[in-house]
């Protein structure tokens, strides 16, 4: 943030609050702030921490070859297709 955006939002927050109230809120702002910062932060560390574990020694899966991936051709059929016949009409 700038200077200006900074100065700006105090100004608003100064007309909006008053100034009897405005160091309290920018008081209370400023815990909870902190209090977001340091709940990021712990479950930042937890997931580094789970993340970084080491893993028991498990058999790494088999390499699957490239005819494993591709499915198998569809089966062909030598057999003729029976029709229907129609018969011829009579005039």
């Known amino acids: 943030m700038d200077l200006f955006e900074i100065v700006l939002i105090l100004a608003i927050a100064l007309i909006v ?3 009897e ?3 309290e809120v920018l008081r ?3 815990k909870v702030l ?3 910062r340091l709940a990021s ?3 930042l560390h937890e997931l580094t921490d789970v993340l970084e574990e080491p893993r028991p020694n498990t058999p790494a899966p088999p390499k699957s070859s490239p005819q494993a991936v591709q499915p198998p051709p569809a089966p062909q059929s030598t057999e003729a297709v029976p029709t229907t016949a129609v018969p ?3 005039k």
């Open 88 to 90: 011829p009409e009579n």
């Open 17 to 19: 609050v008053g100034p």
């Open 28 to 30: 209370t702002v400023g």
């Open 41 to 43: 932060n712990t479950v």
């Open 21 to 23: 109230r405005l160091p």
């Open 34 to 36: 902190r209090e977001l």
